[in-house]
């Protein structure tokens, strides 16, 4: 396997090289397109379900809408087709015929030439506002609270695997309200289920905030999001979630009669995550000897590497590990018993610590005899010898432990990267030196933000939605502010 | 809502209505595409989660493969190029720009042509042995067991919801071996799994067999697949296993060293069932007054409707539905109360029939009076009127008789609609009168099938695997045979 380059190092060699030695994702024959390999689908699987049932239990259905949408439905929301037309890909036709000059070689038919050409969807508002134009006539038919999971496309020029790439997996909810109000309600309900999923399940902490216009989502009227701190110092937008108004209700003509009988526009949201999620889960807890994975997500919990030197040794752990095997089923945590041959135990030890799998247990002959085990956990790299009785006791707890530290480790790392800075020359000093999050006050305007960004790279990420009214003036222009944003450099 | 044509008066017409009707699917903006809604994506995720569960018993795992292909790894496999280069996507373009005619226009921008077109998959067999071609070096690396869950894209001139639509959901299993016969196995294996799936949870009774060469997918040395019967009397072909033979790992040039060190290519398979199940599932069970769901995929298994004039009879009501609620949703049944208080119960009762749903109650104050309650099951439209006791345990048991009796159902009928046949003329002749399936003989040629094919578009669905071997002569040419195939329209 090689070791992996340190974070030190290069974080960004660091990230790469671990994407791919522990399996997760490789790039593609398809330029910025990944592969996503086994083990990192398990783990998408895992945010997946327990982000589907988090959206269920909020009210939500899944759907299923296509993945193309016709040009002419793609402009008619101007700002969201003018924010996505750069990247767009376009279906132009829809046959290939064998080449004339060389009989094994395809060429694109051009009699197949579309009349109308169809873009890939990188977002799905305009296919879902000209269905739900379909389904909505009167308050009867609101809300409309519907989810979906699909792969979008973006062409992106520079891609990073899980981070930023050409093609991805998401889910996208679109909302359709009677109110202004219920659309809002919508928009922050779900900013708080994804603070929850990123806190409980990613353990993972974010700042919920509102983006300023000019990083709003093309098409809203307000973006919420949460931030994450990455171990670099860099802030990475894990979710967001839009207040649309009625923008999209009036590009494609959908108004609802209300309880009086009056006619109006429909409110809306749509809110969305995605595999970058897996780029924060492996920036926020991995370290140089691989993935660190949060019990609640890793598709293999426990491990268990028996170490012997005769048949009957084996046979003796074997059972021992089958009881367990057996126990922590019924506790729902899951358990691979690793009894091959063929590999030795310090390579198993060193692959499953690159996998991030959270416990690691080895029994050999003298542990037998002391009906004892060594377990180590991943996220400390403690060892301990404890007792076989009660083991599934004592993992579970471990897990729940490992959990909550992952969470409090990372809250502790952000919190220690967090300034406040109140001139520009502060801010540039320190953003230079210390990296991470900066606590300014900004006068509110688009140049101001673009002078920062044009200078320093560092951009708003977003006005914390718990900020304290202060006041301040502008580390940049001096004019008055009420309240500090947050500025990073950003993945 | 209208009531639905007949089966007998139009079955086409009356498939298409209920897809529409019952919520399951609608048309979209985009040619040939469908929207799937609420309720049929309901549906489809019961099919895919115990789908999912029966791969990961097999020992597979999920993992997800790029949408695009690039058209020279399209075209590397000649066969499987050949076959889906008529009703392939392309995109050629990577970008828009605003249309200098018209602002508020965008046009596909020339200057953002790729240097090589990408195809929207079909099928992934081409990108994904393009990337085993990186993972296989020795048989160590064998077997890969990956399953995909995805939207694939062709191009199909005439759609149908769910039957054929340009876009539509599936799985694609892409197995790679180091023997012939581990990868024949393995596509034995995977139609043992779709011919269960389709019998214990759809309740559909499939016939297992070959495709003849000619309905082979295209790049298999041998395809198997399972075969249903519609209520009209024509096939449906409800999922397919293939051997893929030494073709992929040719054309893409991936090799593994056996035990003894000697190279060779790897095997293949590749196995699917997709959206097309949906309509399966519907044509197998319903009837004239909407959908008849098997319990095993019924997202609400039971309803409950409360008939009352005072909020006092409803309070009561509700609390013994609430008590019912909680006993169902121990035993693992879904449930829905449904006290809408703007809708009527005959409304609702025509409304849950529509959606089959399989067990509706209903309790009014007499019912309350007597502790009893009145329940219909959607199969039979048989109506009880049973003891609020034990009701749970009732349901359940209904539940279970229903879905062996929508199998059996389905299966006499199919029994009862296929004939043996003996000459061409008789084949002719019942084909026009009676429609359904007919075994005869055929000489195993491809000039015969096709000649039956262009006269009376009937086709060879199978060789069925458990064809008992006898002497006959094939219907058409004479020529001696020894099994008889199954010929019929198709779906």
Redesign the interface.
Known sequence: MGQLTSREEDYSKWYNELVQKADLA?N???RG??????YG??I??KIQSNLDRMFKETGH???????????S???AE?KN??GF??????????????DPNDK???I?DPEAKLEE????RPTSEA?IW??YK?WIQSY?DLPIL?NQW??V?R?EMRTRLFLRTA?F?WQEGHTAHATKQEAVEEAEKMLDVYTEFAEKYMALPVIRGKKTPSERFAGADDTYCIEAMMQDGKALQAGTSHFLGQNFAKAFDVKFTDKEGKLDHVWATSWGVSTRLMGALIMSHSDDEGLVLPPALAPIQVVAVPIFRTDEELTKISDKFFQLKSDLQKAGVSFKYDDDN?KRPGWKFAEYELKGVPVRLAMGPRDLENNQVEIVRRDTKEKQVVSFDNLAETIQNILEEMQTNLYKRALDYRTSRIQKVNTYAEFKEKLEKDGGFFLAHWDGTEETEALVKAETQATIRCIPLDAREEDGVCMVTGKPSKYRVVFAKAY
Chains 1, 2 share one sequence.
């Open positions: 490789e593609s024959g398809v397109c990944m592969v996503i390999k086994p689908y398990a998408w699987e259905q899944n759907a299923y809408f296509p993945i193309f949408i016709p040009k439905l793609f402009e101007e087709a003018e037309a750069k990247e767009c890909a376009v279906v132009t036709h829809y046959r290939l015929k064998s094994t070689k395809l694109v050409e169809l873009i890939v296919i000209n269905t379909g009867r519907i699909a792969n496309v062409w093609e997996l063929n």
